[in-house]
């Protein structure tokens, strides 16, 4: 009998130990994003969530005279492209216009917990000038004229 009682008290001393308390949320996630380098036709930067079970990032073009409208975290988780939640992830995007600003927006979650919209940004590059070159007449060429 004492056997059995020491086995329930050792079983219960167990069971209370447990870390799971169900009227504890997780701790809320965040996202980061850090620019990185442009061309004319692309951009990098780098996505790091901490905290988190799920990230992703979307990201737009900025038209002149015309407001971007910052999406919810649950449109970014739902609507983006999901990257590692685990560890900081580096993207390109590629190709895109060149001379153009875009505005990247990135969240996170951890379970029911929703992190802010992080955004960033950037801009591509400058086409580069057309090289004229000048050749001058050739003599067969003044001759013609």
């Known amino acids: 009998m004492k056997k059995i009682l ?15 308390d169900p009227g504890t949320e ?11 380098t442009s061309t004319t036709t692309s951009i990098t930067f780098t996505v790091t969530p901490d905290e988190a079970e799920k990230c992703a990032y979307l990201y737009a073009i900025v038209e002149e005279n ?19 939640a685990e560890q900081a992830t580096p993207v390109t995007l590629s190709p895109l216009d060149p001379e153009s600003a875009y505005i990247v927006f990135a969240a996170a979650s ?14 591509t590059g400058l086409l ?5 070159l000048y050749t001058s007449p050739s003599p067969r060429d003044r001759s013609l004229s």
């Open 128 to 132: 580069p000038e057309p090289c004229l």
């Open 26 to 36: 997780p701790p809320k996630p965040t996202v980061s994003l850090t620019e990185g």
């Open 110 to 123: 951890n379970g029911s917990v929703l992190s802010e919209v992080t955004t960033l940004r950037m801009e």
């Open 6 to 20: 020491l086995a329930l008290l050792i079983c219960a001393g167990v069971a209370s130990c447990k870390d799971d």
């Open 66 to 84: 015309v407001q971007v409208e910052q999406p919810s975290a649950e449109t970014v988780l739902k609507d983006g492209v999901q990257v590692s």
